[in-house]
């Protein structure tokens, strides 16, 4: 059982606000429709239900989470790189991101794609709001070349700017995203040229390709990315070897995370598990990831170690569980009471 003071963390509050970060990858704009099944009408055209919309709100999602935050640890200065529709959502997303005060500077606006959506319809019930079937707007076609050129444009320029840069790849479909191969190749190769930056990638089906950085995937996709298949539990000395064989691959740290299990440090032959947070009540899961590559990033950059960092990603990740129906986060002042709760 690793335990570290609270000095160790405030050092690491302290000295983020002096710190710089890019986020490059898939920006989403997470949208909320709250509905009130008591205002429901039947309509006249199609005889169907008209669910009414009593309330809309969004923020960023996907690469956008990691940004959101990085924002509320207090990182003194983010930078978002990525491409996004010149369409409503799009102006939704840039509104929000200005609002965050992140530099939207590399941040490409085009007419031939769309703006990444999740679109999340909310019932209310009684005093809970219950999510229901959720509409996804996503670019069902390659990223076209021009704007992929650009993306890399950018990703030179911006590297220069800052202490770490976090690649949050969440498109599925290859190539269709921000993340295409020319942009991850170019990223290893950035890995090569500036180890003295922390440079870090979360991928949802491709984490395994990533070489000369840092890497988080779950047990699963540490599985699938070394066998190609996958497997519905992995015990924890098995996750071990697949975070040390990934580090092999990668010739960076690893972090493999686990579950309610913690998170696993892999690295010089050895794979240290940190364990979680424990909470109460009612938890949401979605973002848990994003906020751990927020933490791990963000501690890295200060000069943390390994275990340090992984330890604060599991306490932010701690925190933004419990925030249900939004995009979680984790402030300083929350950090420091999980903390101060954590070791009574």
């Known amino acids: ?80 790189i990525g491409a996004i529709g010149n369409d409503g959502t799009g102006f939704e997303l840039i509104d929000d991101l ?120 779950n047990k699963f996709e540490a599985h699938y990315a070394l066998f190609r298949e996958s497997k519905k539990a992995i015990p924890i000395e098995l996750a071990k070897d697949l975070g040390i064989k990934l580090n092999h691959l990668t010739n960076r740290p690893v972090f493999v995370t686990l579950e309610k299990d913690g998170i696993l440090v892999c690295a010089d032959e050895k794979a240290i598990q940190i364990p979680t947070l424990p909470v109460t009540g009612e938890i949401d899961p979605v973002g848990a990831g994003d906020s751990v590559a927020a933490g791990i990033v963000a501690s890295l950059c200060t000069g943390a170690s390994l275990e340090l960092a992984a330890f604060m990603g599991m306490v932010v990740a701690s925190i933004t569980i419990q925030k249900i129906g939004t995009t979680g986060t984790a402030s300083p002042a929350e950090i420091r009471q999980r903390i101060q709760e954590y070791q009574d």
């Open 98 to 217: 200005t609002r965050l005060n992140v530099d939207h500077r590399y941040l490409i606006r085009d007419n031939s794609i769309f703006t990444p959506t999740y679109t999340k319809p909310m019932k209310i019930m009684g005093q809970k709001r219950e999510e229901q079937e959720r509409l996804d707007i996503k670019n069902r076609k390659p990223l076209p070349p021009e704007i992929e050129n650009q993306v890399l444009e950018h990703l030179d320029d911006g590297i220069n700017k800052v202490d770490g840069l976090i690649v949050a790849d969440q498109v599925e479909e290859l190539n269709h995203g921000i993340i295409t191969d020319k942009v991850r190749a170019r990223i290893s190769e950035l890995g090569v040229q500036h180890p003295e930056k922390v440079i870090f990638a979360d991928s949802r089906n491709r984490i395994g390709l990533f070489r000369n950085v840092m890497i988080k995937p």
């Open 1 to 80: 059982m690793h335990s570290f003071s609270l000095d160790s963390i405030e050092n690491i509050l302290k000295n983020i606000r002096q710190k710089k970060i890019a986020v490059i990858g898939d920006f989403f704009l997470d949208k909320y429709l709250i509905i009130d099944p008591s205002l429901a009408e039947i309509s006249l055209e199609t005889g169907k239900i008209s669910n009414q919309v009593v309330q809309i709100y969004h923020s960023p999602g996907a690469a956008g989470t990691v940004t959101s935050n990085l924002v509320a640890l207090g990182v003194g200065k983010i930078y978002a």
